[in-house]
Nanobody
Framework: VQLQASGGGLVQTGESLTLSCRHS????????IAWFRQVPEKEREGVSC????????RYADSVKGRFTTSRDTAKNMVYLQMTSLKPEDTAEYHC?????????????????WGPGTQVTVSS
């Protein structure tokens, strides 16, 4: 299973960007859709996730107060609204399914990594 993220681009410091992720329904009572980001030669970082059970969201400390994850259940879409972007937010962003919604920032993901979307924040 691969989820595809979209909506990345080049922005300036302080600007905003919203990423989108389309997911499929799974034959599970609940799971989470998580956003991860990766910079070359660094470990992949869990950024945010949202539970399909009750919409609970979790955020990495580095993005709290600036990023918001939301979902459109009718469209099977999850969004990552990023505001007050900083150069250190520059990364390739991926979305993925995580079975355990209580630890969704840590993975592991279900399936394999799909194509990411590049976000570049210039200073």
């Amino acid at each position: 299973v691969q989820l595809q993220a979209s909506g990345g681009g080049l922005v300036q410091t302080g600007e905003s960007l919203t990423l989108s992720c389309r997911h499929s329904d799974f034959a599970l009572p609940y799971y989470a859709i998580a956003w991860f980001r990766q910079v070359p030669e660094k470990e992949r970082e869990g950024v945010s996730c949202i539970s399909t059970r009750d919409g609970t969201t979790r955020y990495a400390d580095s993005v709290k107060g600036r990023f918001t994850t939301s979902r459109d259940t009718a469209k099977n879409m999850v969004y990552l609204q990023m505001t007050s972007l900083k150069p250190e937010d520059t990364a390739e962003y991926h979305c993925a399914t995580v079975i355990d919604d209580s630890t969704c920032l840590d993975g592991p993901i279900f399936g394999s990594w799909g194509p990411g979307t590049q976000v570049t924040v210039s200073s």
